[in-house]
């Protein structure tokens, strides 16, 4: 209704788009530098928030890295556009531009920053505290292209037989004391609910449900800035969280953490048409979490459209481990309908229901220390129910 | 018994020059025909039409029969006739010579009995003649009583002694207004007074008309009458939007009031109302101009190749002349419409002074709110703390003595548009600005004065000083703040050299801009540069004092060595003492009247403005002062065929260089950062032409009709590819025709339409783009600018008035439906969060307007 009122009052409309929270294939949703911040003569492990859910297979990456400019001018071959234009040609002539190198392939990927980067500048220039920008692309593609076949993965970019995703991220550089981190998720709520890590967030067709992400108090960091007037103004990080999933609707796309506005989750199978429920019901929620000074911090979880016609899974008994890598089995009744079983903060891993037995099992996570834990049932008819005995993790 | 009454019809000029009547001539002595004889005995009846040439003063200069009605009848007319005398006609404002065409019926009737005057037991009729409705008087209006005759004053009165005694039947007649005839009882020695509400023939339009001898120095104006303004459709009356839709003047996207003239962009163009320069032509988005159409007296447009009057701009020319607000009455309006209220009061204080208060208020800040409020959650919504809102006023006071050349006018007038928003959810800014506003307003205070200094010199003084304020912000700490105090002073003298066929014009045409700018923002990035999240936190203030003095002075000569031909030549000074420079334009244009209905027609000038100081390009940190002023060479060549009094054509050709043009720099090919930039944020590299073809075929506003065909063909190219070579303007439009036409129809309805026609806008398409991990956003890759042009624009625009006419004012309902056919018109393109799917952005659909307007 927003939409269509805004088209009347400004101008006609089309068509809407797919929003641009639907991750429907190759998706770059963030980049990830550790640490946040450099000074001179450090690197950087980059990592990438990377999804095609049109491959099982991850996709290939390739990192660039730009010298940063020490003068804080901005300027940069990785982020002019005409350079970037050619790029994909340059490439797979193996003619990378001038001051591009290559940093990184997948997940290994580097960026260092030369310890004389200030040295154009004199001792004590405000610059050198101001800082700079080390800039980065990392080059995704929709395929698999093994790493002594670099120059392919450029020929994919310029041909476009496949979908591919030309990302730049930024890497403050400068000196001081004061460094920035990357902020810490705490927990993923949905619908009220705390979601454990390796757990379905559950959500009813046809009903929205409240989404939140929450960081650690450290997150939210004290910096300083300088106020053009030469005046230092103290500050407090504000964390912005922007949501997506492979279906459903969200409502607010980008939230601050600190906003009183409600982001709701609109499940599919809902009113838009072009949002159908999923064949298995299942899909996937993404929340990338940036502090605006270059810290960034990722979190998934799957989601489960449950149906309250299903029949609820009951549990009757649960086998005790002696190793942590025995199985957890269950036994009871329509188990097939149990979706997590949540012991403590986690939920066991590599679920699996055999339909001959009835039994199901699942395994311990590595994270889950030693002790006896109260088992949650989560199950896909949207129950939410205890074990009747406890799981003893050795 | 002869029997006459006045007709007053447009007629042609041997110089072709056009004016506006403002003031129609009356007749105050009226010398009866001698009946001949002969033709009384035999009861013939006859009609003499003759032209009539009035000099400036009102008198007869020159009288020709044009329909005879046989030698005896012309001779009698012609001889009464030449007797006449009129009160001076006005052009424009000025009196002026005109011709009439005039009637002069011979109806006979047997003489009355004669009757034994008794002076003391005499009847005296007087009364007053006024317009039903409007209660305007009419002067030069015919009472008939009994044999006997008058003409109305100037003040619609009149006097009949000596009316037969008893019931008698009262006629009036006047030009373009119906018959009225009233029954009176009249007895000895006693006064009938009375007041008549005559009505005329056909209301909110076509009034007669008289092109009169006002000097023609324009190669390429284009006037406007109030009336023909009034009646256009799609443009609610507004005769600033009306500019839109002549040749020359291209579509701006979604139609907003921006005027992009001969592919010039809108800072080129500049407006003036009473000589005086306005900041901002439209309310936002274009819906009113922020002057009240409905206090201007005529408006004039130059698309290009206008005279040294007028300097610091290279693009088009709007002046606006506001009118002198009523002496015969008090006079105004109310009107009512979807987005705001408008009234006007006018009124004569004395004989010489009258005065004008009108006032407008949009109310969207009042309903939008409550409409967004009533769909949408308010945590979602866009919340408004000041909805936009728009206001204007004016105030104006004018001695002008009657039948005077001299004036002295003092006027006010401002406007002001505001908004402020406020994002429920900031998150796009990790600032967390939520709290956008704008604030944009201007005010006037003019004194004006047009003196006749001795025989054949003239002066004429516009001084202005106003304020002007600029306000952006985006949260606390991003903001624009302006504020000038503009001071304008025009003094022109002219002296007129008949025996030279010359005439002088000297003029001091000082503008100053004193005033201060605050200015905080992320530094300036380049053209083509992805901007950086992080350098964009480091926010760059610069606060300037301003004192910008544009100093200009100007020669312009009008010759004419022999009547077909006119050469007007002049040169202009100006200078900027902002950035250091002063230049000189040289213009001339010639005029020659071929035949009696040709006219060809010429000029070539050279143009000077400032870069667009407005956006801060010649402050120093975020502009460059020193930046040259921005150019033009223009030549133009065309020709004016009038095929009747009201048909007229008129084609011309033109070419415009542009150079020095203001231009934003690109940013560096290569990724070396051993040094640090020096580079600037403009330079004065930019260039660019402009050339084409327009048409205007105009049907003049007559009784019944008007309308025109403006058709416009051009191309305009800017530099591009890092100024290497021409590539085609964003502004470029080839194609443009406008059609329109307004006819009167009985019962006091008036219906028009509108067609316009235009080339698609040009985009430029993306071939990619770029993913910001930092911003979390996607940076278009763009492809050759300009590249791609969007479908044509079509749209059938029709108004419906009907005015309700009472004794002592009126009552108009008009329903003016924009996009009749409720075509889907392409505007923009747009595009999906990364690029890679595009839809086409149409504009408005069907829009009816309904309005209701009182005018008494």
Redesign the interface.
């Known amino acids: 209704?927003?939409r269509a009122?805004l088209c009347l009052?400004l101008?006609?409309?089309?068509?809407a788009?797919?929003?641009?929270t639907v991750v429907v294939d190759l998706r770059?949703l963030?980049?990830k530098a550790e640490p946040a911040e450099l000074r001179p003569g450090e690197a950087a492990t980059l990592t990438?928030l990377v999804k095609d859910p049109t491959r099982s297979a991850p996709p290939t990456i390739v990192w660039l890295g730009?010298?940063?400019?020490?003068?804080?001018?901005?300027?940069?071959?990785?982020?002019?556009?005409?350079?970037?234009?050619d790029l994909a040609s340059a490439g797979s002539s193996g003619m990378l531009?001038?001051?591009?190198h290559l940093i990184g392939f997948n997940d290994q990927a580097r960026y260092a920053v030369s310890k004389d980067l200030f040295s154009?500048l004199p001792e004590g220039d405000p610059r050198r505290l101001?800082?700079t920008?080390g800039q980065v692309l990392?080059l995704a593609v929709a395929d698999t292209v093994p790493p002594d076949q670099l120059g392919e993965v450029f020929k994919k970019v310029q041909s476009g037989e496949v979908k591919a995703?030309?990302?730049?991220?930024?890497i403050?550089v400068r000196e001081g004391e004061m460094r920035n981190t990357n902020p810490v998720p705490a927990r993923l709520l949905v619908g009220g609910e705390a979601i454990a890590p390796g757990a379905h967030a559950l959500v009813k067709q046809g009903e929205d449900s409240v989404v939140a992400l929450e960081a650690t108090e450290a997150s939210f960091e004290p910096y300083t800035?300088t106020?053009?007037?030469g005046t230092v103004e103290s500050k407090t990080e504000?964390l912005?969280s922007?949501w997506y999933s492979t279906s459903g609707r969200f409502?607010?796309p980008?939230?601050?953490l600190d906003?009183?506005?409600?982001d709701r989750f609109s499940p599919p199978g809902g009113e838009e048409p072009k949002d159908p429920l999923p064949e298995r019901r299942e899909g996937q929620l993404y929340v990338?979490l940036?502090d605006?000074?270059?810290g960034?911090a990722f979190r998934e979880s799957a989601f489960y459209v449950c149906d309250e016609g299903r029949a609820r899974p009951v549990v009757r008994t649960v086998s005790t481990p002696s190793t942590r890598d025995d199985v957890v089995v269950l036994e009871g009744e329509h188990l097939e309908q149990l979706l997590d079983v949540v012991a403590g903060p986690v939920a066991l891993e590599q679920p699996f229901f055999d339909a001959a037995s009835g039994r199901w099992s699942g395994r311990i996570p590595k994270g889950l220390v030693k002790g006896e834990y109260p088992l949650g049932l989560r199950g896909k008819d949207c129950s939410r129910t205890s074990a009747p005995v406890s799981l003893v993790v050795p | 018994m002869p029997f006459a009454f006045l007709v007053v019809l447009a007629l042609g000029q041997a110089d072709g020059g056009a004016g506006v009547l403002t003031k129609a001539p009356a007749l105050v002595r009226q010398v009866e025909a001698r009946f001949p004889p002969a033709l009384a005995d035999a009861g013939a009846s006859g009609t003499v039409v003759m032209e009539l040439d009035l000099g400036a003063d009102g008198k007869v200069l020159d009288v020709r029969v044009t329909t005879s009605a046989g030698a005896e009848f012309d001779l009698a007319a012609l001889e009464a006739v030449r007797q006449f005398e009129f009160t001076p006609a006005e052009v424009d404002g000025v009196p002026a010579a005109v011709r009439l065409s005039y009637s002069y019926e011979f109806l006979f009737r047997p003489a009355p009995v004669a009757e034994v005057p008794d002076a003391g037991l005499e009847a005296v009729f007087s009364g007053r003649i006024v317009e039903r409705g409007t209660r305007e008087p009419l002067g030069g209006a015919i009472v008939s009583v009994g044999g006997l005759e008058v003409v109305t004053g100037d003040d619609g009165r009149f006097e009949l002694r000596g009316v037969p005694e008893g019931q008698q039947q009262v006629t009036v007649s006047a030009v373009d207004h119906a018959r009225y005839v009233e029954r009176e009882d009249f007895v000895p020695g006693t006064r009938t007074e009375v007041t008549y509400h005559v009505r005329r023939e056909v209301y909110g339009g076509g009034e007669t008309v008289v092109r009169g001898k006002k000097e023609r120095k324009e190669v390429a104006q284009i006037s406007l009458r109030q009336e023909e303004i009034r009646l256009i459709p799609g443009t609610q009356g507004d005769a600033f939007k009306v500019i839109q839709n002549l040749p020359g003047v291209a579509r701006a996207p979604f139609g907003i009031g921006l005027l992009v003239v001969r592919g010039s962009k809108p800072w080129d163009t500049r407006t003036y109302v009473d000589e005086t320069f306005i900041p901002l032509l439209f309310h936002f988005g274009g819906l009113f101009a922020t002057y009240n159409a409905n206090l201007l007296q005529d408006l004039s447009f130059s698309p290009g190749s206008f005279g040294v009057p007028y300097g610091r701009s290279i693009g088009g020319l709007v002046e606006a002349t506001a009118r002198t607000p009523s002496q015969k009455g008090v006079h105004g309006y109310a009107d009512v419409n979807v987005v705001d209220a408008s009234a006007l009061v006018e009124m004569p204080l004395s004989q010489s002074w009258s005065a004008a208060v009108s006032v407008r208020r949009s109310y969207i800040d009042i309903l939008l709110p409550a409409v967004l409020g009533a769909f949408v959650k308010a945590k979602e919504a866009l919340s408004f703390t000041v909805a936009p809102r728009y206001a204007d006023w004016q105030v104006r006071a004018e001695w002008k003595p009657p039948d005077a050349r001299k004036r002295f006018f003092v006027s006010y007038f401002g406007s002001s548009d505001a908004l402020k928003v406020l994002l429920p959810n900031p998150a796009l800014d990790p600032e967390g600005r939520g709290e956008f506003g704008t604030f944009i307003a201007y005010q006037r205070a003019v004194v004006g004065l047009d003196w006749p200094l001795a025989d054949g010199v003239s002066y004429r003084m516009r001084t202005s000083v106003g304020l002007d304020q600029v306000r952006f912000s985006a949260g606390s700490d991003l903001f624009a703040d302006a504020t000038t105090v503009p001071v304008q002073m025009r003094h022109v003298v002219t002296r007129e050299l008949p025996d030279e066929h010359l005439a002088l014009s000297l003029g001091l045409d000082v503008l100053a801009l004193p005033g201060k700018v605050s200015l905080q923002s992320p530094p300036v990035f380049k053209l083509d540069q992805i901007p950086d999240p992080f350098l964009s936190r480091q926010l760059i203030r610069e606060d300037a004092a301003q004192s910008a003095v544009e100093p200009g002075l100007f020669l312009d000569a009008v010759w004419k060595p022999v009547p077909a031909l006119k050469v007007v030549s002049g040169v202009r000074f100006d200078g900027d003492t902002t950035m250091g420079k002063a230049w000189v334009d040289p213009r001339l244009a010639v005029f020659w009247n071929v035949f009696e209905p040709t006219t060809l027609k010429a000029a070539a000038g050279l143009y000077h403005q400032p870069p667009d100081y407005r956006q801060g390009q010649l402050l120093q940190k975020f502009g460059n002062p020193n930046l040259k002023p921005e150019g033009a060479r223009q030549l133009m060549v065309g020709a004016e065929q009038r095929f009747t009094e009201a048909i007229s054509l008129d084609v011309q050709f033109y070419y415009k260089s542009l150079f020095d043009q203001s231009r934003q720099t690109l940013a560096l090919d290569s990724g070396d950062v051993s040094t640090s930039a020096t580079d600037l944020n403009y330079t004065s590299t930019g260039f660019g032409r402009s050339f084409g073809m327009e048409v205007l075929l105009r049907h003049q506003l007559t009784k019944n009709f008007f309308g025109w065909v403006a058709y416009s063909l051009s191309r305009t190219e800017r530099d591009y590819f890092q100024g290497k070579q021409y590539g085609p303007s964003p502004l470029d439009q080839p194609h443009n025709l406008v059609a329109l036409a307004s006819y009167k129809l009985p019962f006091d309805f008036i219906l028009g339409a509108k067609i316009r026609y235009t080339s698609g806008a040009l985009s430029t398409p993306y071939v990619g783009a770029l993913y910001d991990a930092n911003g979390n956003y996607h940076f278009p890759l763009f492809g050759t600018p300009n590249s791609r042009r969007l479908p044509d624009f079509f749209q059938l625009d029709v108004r419906l008035d009907k005015r309700f006419v009472f004794k002592d004012w009126m009552l108009a309902l008009y329903l003016d439906v924009q996009n009749v056919t409720n075509r889907r018109n392409v505007e923009a393109v747009s595009y999906n969060y990364d690029y890679t799917q595009q839809q086409y952005v149409t504009g408005l659909p069907i829009l009816p307007v309904l309005g209701v307007r009182g005018e008494w």
């Open positions: 209704m927003k009122l009052l101008a006609g409309c089309g068509e788009f797919l929003p641009e770059v963030g980049v990438a730009c010298d940063p400019d020490p003068f804080g001018q901005g300027r940069s071959a990785c982020s002019n556009p005409t350079v970037l234009q531009p001038v001051g591009v154009v101001k800082g920008v990392a995703v030309v990302t730049l991220f930024r403050v800035q106020q053009p007037d504000r912005i922007a409502s607010q980008r939230l601050a906003s009183d506005v409600e990338v940036r605006a000074r270059g960034n």
